[in-house]
């Protein structure tokens, strides 16, 4: 071929290409996007809108845990739809491709996106939400939720369980109003740079797009950052109430203990002193794990019934591992194979949940050998990624399900069938763990956790998951000194579920000598507030208040306190000069108004708590520690408690004192704590702690008020302000002015 | 709402979703795959296929460089459609999916995938192959070409503009007929577990997803390894030939320098006595860099003309920074408006080059200002990504092509354009760099950089570039130490393009005094094997041989001998105790005959050179050093050279002293070098070393051959063995027996 034919060659070869893609050029490909406009209202301050075709797509409110809370939505405060009417835009692409744009303003910050390990903050990212089993940051974590809330009071719930790629005031659009001006990056020297070229500069808007026909939207305003949340969860169905007993300490033995062993444990948590409500059985219960059977290992469980019932007996109870892979040697294996996909994970069958008959063939089995027996509650493990031992994105499924969707929700699926199908049939609570979640969850009461370690991160965890109806525990699980064993302890004691998870370590709450009695004090200490954090939860339940909080969702409390990092020019290693910023998760809000700021890593002897506005107060002593400042507080010994304050006015309920079980706080004497100054109450939760039967309105909230009536002379008063349940929790006993 | 209620909303809510997805049920919903049975035939060896619908596809190879070699493919040996009829199958999804299924065998190794750091073996991983700056692994690279090749002699191109999700071995259908067996992971005391238990159980085949309709297959049979490769450089068009003066010494100046400060480099490189053919101006060139006006900055460069030629008469031509991006201020922004895509990039405009309109803006300005005043290439930079600076890829573009299919062939079109439109127009040979390419871009004489910075990582990019007709250049930029220099010198100085890039360093050669004489006699040694080099781009040109290969390609390399680390479990670390694999990818092969094992890092005083079977020679000395054994090489001095070891019977045609320009080297004496004992040749190539003519025949072969003619007595002779074109190097001066 000479020279010339070549040359033709290409020019027809890149003219072919054009005239193929010319051909589809529609007035939608040039960019021109077109305004939602068809929003609903679901509720005050909640608009849903459809966009494209959803036949095909699943919401993931379709598989939350209630409908929405209506009555509790119109009961938040007015708040207007955040935009102006035709400011969110669409594009349904010829590619299958549907595209959504949400203007944003110049100082906006954006916050969410589900679990995130990394930082709570999510303005100027681009992120790929996929649930994975990483959470290093970005968008493959445990539950990568798509609802992000805005520092303007708004969020936006992206409901379609698809991956969806997302760049957060990440882009300039060529026709943006708002682009910032071009800096030469290489002025000559006679000419003054106008600014500092950015390697990233400020986009105005969220734009995210999936892979599918439709997408629906979901916007909720609010008067403050929490009642945007608080709308988010009360759409979801409310939050979830765990029955008291799950708010006490669990405790997951060895992998391969045996009945006798787990008796020799637990009379060793007795012996010394030691609160525990659950035990957790891990794979080797079993006949067969990875992939699993369900079914009793006798050799080392003879007699399961008798077993779970002795541990009832003294108020233990057992919460089973499992992954949901199915096993050659299950008795399921055969029914499930016609209805589980076309790949396995781990050599076991995946069972296709949106399918009726797959759901009945597990719950029945599930209903006749465990929870019949009286197990509490699972931990679902390995339900998110890797993506190297999941099914691959293409597997198919019998319902018709697209991998990637299933990838996406077989977490909720999960969750959705054993609390519907098992306990809630039975009109019994459960507090389970999941190792993946996605969005409408809140209703759920199953915990995340992770296989990732760090300290700090898991403080993150606490933070992050509140903004999105995900409840997380920063487990503990072995440490490397017993400063370490200590602050992890701490900090699990004031999560959402307290568990020592020793599946591999063989870890106690006593492994570490130097440390054991602080432990015992931050685990009883946690028991003692049993009926302050049992109130969050109903808070959570029914106003959508999230129990464990993010500051940024406290009044007063300044987000804007970041430690920036310029970027320096390095053509090794930051060509772009790029800076980075470091932010503070490093505390939160334990119910309502105990701000928690743990010991951790090089943060182990020394750290700095950022009080919001107001007058905070020490939690052990009363004493006035600060106002809207940043303080530092230093663990000078090895046994030092877990810093932890208290906003003025804050009234708190506790057991008079501590109790090896959960079950014996229902009856118990409260001691009823004020500090500060200011008058305050605290509506204390009542029910029966493990039915449903609240949602028969079986409860009662108890006010416990504390008036300073004149100087020096304070009174409690209690009365009951709704619900027509009976009492739970025992008289108050004592009445602790904290604050002279 | 109470219990029952709630409940049987639920209950609907789950089936309205499983009502609405069994509607779409179809077989091929089932994971029922579709053998590929239309494989048409392209040349001996070369067999393509399409599946789905391909009209609104890309195909990777309609944007090569040239029409497939027809000829030199069916020169090669005789080669097997490597699998049965059937055993390719794919599923056209409902969901906008196309899934192809490629069988492997149990102990099949797949290499490949495009420039990739981290190593060579790409079995047993998930990827999704995305063009991107980082590299750092997996399918993000500058250069993820969608190409592997399998230890059992074959190997598979994905041809279609799109990211490919791709699971190498990784996943197990439940209907595979060899699966593993199932390992109790927790097996209770008294049975043995019945193997290891494996977080990844070996899959059976390569399983890859695009989302479009239609995916473009081409398999691709050899004798070898290397004949593999050779046949997919050849369908792409066969390798790029550079002007030989390109494979000279490249010097990239300061990005503010100013044309004097240019003469002053230049003349203290002839001070020095160090050779340099290309100097590179870095973006301070331009009047307005990120985004890009493309021209001069008259205040530094006030007559680019009259200095181009002052420097081209001095043998030193320019190179040309440049990004795509285009500013404001740039004369081409209002005609190019129309022509960009939705998004902007650093804030300039994105121009759609698969539009001739847009070629030609851009291509009729460079004529003028650039090619016409003789600049010789371009740098062009970030057409990779970041994900969060490059366009969205829900961007669109005025042809209809969409984000992501720009995306990953922004690189290739900027390659085609400067190319063609540019350089084959003028008949003009041009070397020039990129930062991003893909598939079918072994035509294109463009190497790829990057702004990654590890010497192990850049030795490991020249073997994986080597598998998929990409060059790769391991600049050097800067070091802490004088070792570190002299062995970044040493590496580049044995690649494609012999690169010092001081951007942002200011570093010239000279810059570390220790070494300054083992730089100089290290770069010199390379203009000295410029015949030899020269001819194994020619062979790459022709044949399809990588001039700079990976040891797999080499005859009588042993791949397995990577070092294994078993996984140790650790639930704070390590919870499914995987091990890692470390694999030896520290040396390579430079044209025909020449292993190179650079001094690097950890390895820089000493390190391991794993010899192919026969008998190898030091480069050096000529002294016998193994024979497919692994030896130690020592640094014991500084200034020690680069190990070098060549084959038995290897002819090596060097300049008989070193130059210091390429152009220099036309007509200029040789020596050659014998090295062993068997008789041997080599095959020079000569053309005009600019010009396009070869593709008229205009070249020719010139043989010289080694005969041992009886004991200790040695000839060389020479002969044209094909071609018309006249001598371009000088008669042979010096035979060198080198082992005696």
């Known amino acids: 071929?000479?020279?010339?034919?070549?040359?033709?060659?290409?020019?027809?070869?890149?003219?072919?290409?054009?005239?193929?893609?010319?051909?589809?050029?529609?007035?939608?490909?040039?960019?021109?996007?077109?305004?939602?406009?068809?929003?609903?209202?679901?509720?005050?301050?909640?608009?849903?809108?459809?966009?494209?075709?959803?036949?095909?797509?699943?919401?993931?409110?379709?598989?939350?845990?209630?409908?929405?809370?209506?009555?509790?939505?119109?009961?938040?405060?007015?708040?207007?739809?955040?935009?102006?009417?035709?400011?969110?835009?669409?594009?349904?692409?010829?590619?299958?491709?549907?595209?959504?744009?949400?203007?944003?303003?110049?100082?906006?910050?954006?916050?969410?996106?589900?679990?995130?390990?990394?930082?709570?903050?999510?303005?100027?990212?681009?992120?790929?939400?996929?649930?994975?089993?990483?959470?290093?940051?970005?968008?493959?974590?445990?539950?990568?939720?798509?609802?992000y809330i805005s520092s303007k009071g708004y969020g936006v719930f992206f409901n379609t369980a698809r991956f969806l790629k997302i760049y957060n005031q990440v882009g300039n659009r060529k026709d943006s109003l708002r682009n910032p001006a071009e800096v030469d990056r290489n002025p000559p020297p006679d000419e003054k740079q106008a600014g500092p070229w950015l390697a990233q500069p400020p986009g105005d808007s969220v734009e995210a797009q999936v892979n599918g026909e439709g997408m629906e939207l979901v916007v909720f305003s609010g008067q403050s950052l929490l009642e945007v949340v608080q709308r988010y969860n009360l759409f979801s169905g409310g939050g979830a109430l765990p029955p008291l007993w799950g708010l006490g300490f669990w405790h997951r033995v060895h992998a391969k203990f045996n009945a006798d062993q787990v008796r020799e444990e637990l009379a060793e948590f007795e012996q010394r002193d030691f609160p525990i409500d659950v035990v957790g059985l891990e794979p080797g219960w079993m006949t067969k794990s990875y992939p699993c059977t369900f079914e009793w290992q006798k050799k080392r469980f003879p007699d399961p019934a008798g077993f779970a019932k002795e541990l009832l007996d003294d108020g233990v109870r057992l919460n089973l591992w499992e992954n949901p892979f199915i096993s050659k040697h299950s008795r399921l294996y055969e029914s499930m194979y016609p209805l589980s996909g076309s790949h396995l994970v781990w050599l076991g069958l995946v069972p296709d949940y949106t399918?009726?008959?797959?759901?009945?063939?597990?719950?029945?089995?599930?209903?006749?050998?465990?929870?019949?027996?009286?197990?509490?509650?699972?931990?679902?493990?390995?339900?998110?990624?890797?993506?190297?031992?999941?099914?691959?994105?293409?597997?198919?499924?019998?319902?018709?399900?697209?991998?990637?969707?299933?990838?996406?929700?077989?977490?909720?699926?999960?969750?959705?069938?054993?609390?519907?199908?098992?306990?809630?049939?039975?009109?019994?609570?459960?507090?389970?763990?999941?190792?993946?979640?996605?969005?409408?969850?809140?209703?759920?009461?199953?915990?995340?956790?992770?296989?990732?370690?760090?300290?700090?991160?898991?403080?993150?965890?606490?933070?992050?998951?509140?903004?999105?109806?995900?409840?997380?525990?920063?487990?503990?699980?072995?440490?490397?000194?017993?400063?370490?064993?200590?602050?992890?302890?701490?900090?699990?004691?004031?999560?959402?579920?307290?568990?020592?998870?020793?599946?591999?370590?063989?870890?106690?709450?006593?492994?570490?000598?130097?440390?054991?009695?602080?432990?015992?004090?931050?685990?009883?200490?946690?028991?003692?507030?049993?009926?302050?954090?049992?109130?969050?939860?109903?808070?959570?339940?029914?106003?959508?208040?999230?129990?464990?909080?993010?500051?940024?969702?406290?009044?007063?409390?300044?987000?804007?306190?970041?430690?920036?990092?310029?970027?320096?020019?390095?053509?090794?290693?930051?060509?772009?000069?790029?800076?980075?910023?470091?932010?503070?998760?490093?505390?939160?809000?334990?119910?309502?108004?105990?701000?928690?700021?743990?010991?951790?890593?090089?943060?182990?002897?020394?750290?700095?708590?950022?009080?919001?506005?107001?007058?905070?107060?020490?939690?052990?002593?009363?004493?006035?520690?600060?106002?809207?400042?940043?303080?530092?507080?230093?663990?000078?010994g090895l046994g030092d408690r877990i810093p932890l304050f208290v906003k003025d006015g804050a009234v708190i309920p506790m057991l008079s004192r501590s109790v090896n079980q959960a079950d014996k706080a229902i009856g118990h004497p409260l001691e009823v704590r004020w500090y500060g100054k200011r008058a305050g109450f605290f509506d204390l939760y009542e029910d029966d702690g493990q039915s449903f039967d609240y949602e028969r309105q079986v409860f009662r909230w108890r006010r416990l008020s504390v008036e300073s009536v004149k100087a020096q002379a304070v009174r409690l008063e209690e009365s009951i302000v709704s619900g027509t349940g009976q009492a739970m929790f025992g008289p108050v006993g004592r009445f602790s002015v904290m604050t002279e």
Request: aromatic residues 12%; negative net charge.
């Open 355 to 636: 399918m009726p008959e797959a759901r009945k063939l597990l719950t029945d089995q599930h209903h006749k050998d465990h929870i019949g027996i009286g197990i509490s509650g699972y931990k679902i493990d390995e339900v998110d990624g890797y993506d190297f031992w999941l099914w691959p994105d293409h597997a198919t499924f019998p319902s018709g399900i697209s991998g990637e969707a299933m990838r996406q929700s077989y977490g909720l699926l999960m969750q959705n069938m054993l609390y519907t199908d098992l306990f809630k049939q039975r009109n019994v609570r459960t507090y389970s763990l999941v190792r993946a979640a996605n969005g409408a969850a809140s209703g759920y009461p199953f915990v995340i956790y992770s296989d990732a370690y760090s300290h700090k991160e898991y403080l993150t965890g606490i933070s992050t998951s509140s903004l999105c109806g995900i409840l997380w525990t920063p487990e503990a699980r072995s440490a490397r000194s017993d400063r370490e064993w200590l602050n992890r302890m701490q900090t699990v004691c004031f999560s959402a579920m307290a568990q020592l998870n020793a599946w591999s370590s063989g870890k106690k709450p006593w492994s570490y000598d130097g440390v054991t009695d602080a432990v015992r004090e931050v685990i009883q200490l946690r028991m003692r507030l049993l009926p302050y954090l049992y109130s969050a939860f109903a808070e959570y339940q029914q106003q959508g208040v999230p129990p464990i909080r993010a500051m940024i969702l406290e009044d007063g409390f300044s987000a804007e306190q970041d430690e920036i990092i310029e970027g320096t020019l390095d053509s090794e290693t930051n060509p772009y000069a790029m800076g980075k910023r470091i932010e503070k998760t490093d505390q939160y809000m334990f119910g309502r108004s105990i701000l928690v700021a743990p010991f951790y890593e090089a943060q182990a002897i020394e750290r700095e708590v950022q009080l919001p506005a107001g007058n905070w107060y020490d939690f052990y002593t009363g004493q006035w520690v600060g106002n809207g400042e940043t303080i530092t507080v230093t663990a000078a």
């Open 1 to 147: 071929m000479n020279h010339n034919q070549l040359f033709d060659w290409r020019r027809r070869s890149i003219l072919a290409v054009f005239f193929v893609l010319v051909r589809c050029v529609s007035a939608a490909d040039l960019g021109d996007l077109t305004p939602v406009s068809d929003w609903n209202a679901v509720a005050k301050g909640v608009w849903r809108a459809e966009i494209g075709n959803l036949s095909h797509e699943i919401r993931y409110s379709d598989l939350a845990a209630a409908p929405p809370k209506i009555e509790a939505l119109n009961e938040l405060s007015d708040a207007a739809f955040p935009f102006s009417k035709d400011a969110v835009s669409y594009l349904v692409g010829r590619d299958h491709k549907v595209l959504v744009r949400i203007p944003t303003a110049e100082d906006e910050t954006l916050y969410g996106f589900g679990l995130q390990l990394d930082g709570i903050k999510k303005s100027r990212k681009v992120m790929t939400l996929n649930v994975d089993h990483w959470s290093k940051g970005g968008g493959r974590t445990h539950a990568p939720v798509p609802f």
